[in-house]
């Protein structure tokens, strides 16, 4: 087996482990929460990880491989990971995948919205403070702080709002919606 290969198998592996460890949180969350997983938006449209859907918001989420030390600058298309490697800014596509998500569903849920980009552990961040804030509309986290982070984004909406942004019946609405809308998801 050739070298790359070999690498391209363990990177998969590894994101195949992310993933199940993902959903089992998401499972375990006690909320009317629905969530998608490997969904496209249209022709040619990169996949989202997941589109999760809960009374707190709606979370587009993209599951980034790389671990290390993470350098980023929200306005810049290109991070730093390990003071050397260049690599892409996945907020750019995020907002991209944000955008055909809202294309199918109904405007007045398009302020709802929370695009995360989650990192392996045990990655370290250099980056501003606003990125992992409950209350930003974009969130740099490690794999295993996403069910955390949802839950949390839920208890603080309870709080501010008098009702939930998403009832049970809205969640199941916009997951019909989106999933007739949307392809590829599981």
Do not use: C
């Not at 998608?36 to 997941?50: C, L, P, Q, T």
């Not at 980023?72 to 390990?82: G, P, Q, S, V």
Request: glycine fraction near 4%; charged fraction near 25%; hydrophobic fraction near 35%.
């Amino acid at each position: 087996m050739k070298l790359q290969n070999i690498f391209q198998k363990k990177k998969k592996d590894t994101r195949r482990a992310m993933m199940k460890e993902i959903e089992e949180g998401l499972e375990q969350l006690p909320h009317p929460i629905q969530y998608m997983r490997g969904v496209s938006a249209g022709s040619g449209a990169d996949s989202m990880d997941y589109v999760i859907l809960s009374p707190g918001g709606i979370f587009i989420v993209n599951q980034q491989t790389e671990t290390g030390h993470i350098q980023a600058d929200m306005e810049e298309k290109t991070w730093y990971l390990n003071d050397t490697v260049e690599i892409a800014n996945p907020f750019s596509r995020l907002d991209e995948k944000r955008e055909a998500v809202q294309a199918g569903i109904p405007s007045q849920y398009h302020d709802y919205f929370v695009s995360i980009a989650s990192f392996l552990s045990p990655s370290t961040f250099d980056i501003a403070p606003i990125w992992r804030k409950s209350s930003s509309s974009r969130i740099l986290i490690h794999h295993q702080e996403l069910s955390e982070y949802i839950q949390r984004n839920i208890f603080i909406s309870r709080f501010q709002q008098k009702t939930p942004l998403l009832n049970k019946e809205t969640i199941t609405m916009l997951y019909d919606t989106l999933s007739s809308s949307l392809t590829g998801h599981r």
